[in-house]
């Protein structure tokens, strides 16, 4: 079963706009987590933010979590063309940290 | 630095046929270990996970099996492949904690025919 699941589904923005997506889960979480998956590649760990944090920043990424409703975001703000790729919201199920159950993801697509 | 290698890329197999994808890590000891699968346009599936040699958490029922017989080494096998086999086959690794990311390999394409 997905513990995360992401909105949009897909977002197609211009170069130098921000894009926004969303994640919600299911059960209660000491982190969530955000990957980067590049089309046919593995994918690549961006960002961890804990239960006890509301807001994070790295680089051009802002990652928000909001625990009473069971939601996350990540903002990438004036993004690039090679900005595109899928993203992926993961979790820990409760009592289940040897594992991260991923969301579907958000395809992003950036125009030059 | 720690690096994980998953091979093959690519494979083509026809239905009926065994199936065996290999991951090694380098350069960290006792990592956990994991087999995703994800589908076209997907998010990833969890297949199996390892804590240790010889310990294999399967998450799903299915035609697959995994195994570790050296601490950095994991193994997806099949005797008998499906179509509903086909897939990207991702193997990674992680320090075992809950705050630990996984490192993704890059994965393996498998068409079953």
């Known amino acids: 079963s997905q513990q995360g699941e992401e909105d949009p589904q897909a977002l197609s923005i211009q170069e130098g706009e921000n894009a926004t997506m969303n994640c919600s889960y299911k059960?209660?979480?000491?982190?969530l987590q955000w990957y980067r998956q590049n089309s046919g590649r593995g994918l690549v760990h961006l960002i961890l933010?804990?239960?006890?944090?509301r807001e994070k920043h790295s680089g051009r990424l802002r990652v928000t979590l909001d625990t009473s409703k069971k939601s996350s975001s990540l903002l990438i703000t004036a993004s690039r063309a090679a900005d595109t790729a899928s993203y992926f919201c993961?979790?820990?199920?409760?009592?289940?940290?040897?594992?991260?159950?991923f969301g579907a993801g958000t395809r992003l697509a950036v125009h030059p | 630095s720690q690096t994980i290698h998953q091979w093959p890329a690519t494979l083509v197999q026809p239905v009926g046929s065994p199936l065996s994808l290999e991951c090694t890590v380098e350069g960290t000891s006792n990592p956990n270990l994991y087999w995703y699968r994800q589908a076209a346009g997907r998010g990833l599936q969890l297949l199996f996970y390892s804590v240790g040699i010889g310990q294999i958490s399967s998450e799903v029922p299915q035609n697959l099996s995994a195994s570790r017989p050296q601490d950095r080494q994991f193994i997806l096998s099949s005797k008998k492949l499906l179509l509903s086999d086909s897939g990207f086959y991702l193997c990674a690794w992680s320090r075992g904690r809950d705050d630990s990311p996984l490192h993704f390999g890059n994965g393996t394409r498998l068409t079953v025919t």
């Open positions: 993961a979790t820990h199920p409760s009592g289940g940290y040897n594992k991260l159950i």
């Open positions: 933010i804990r239960s006890n944090e």
């Open positions: 059960t209660s979480i000491n982190n």
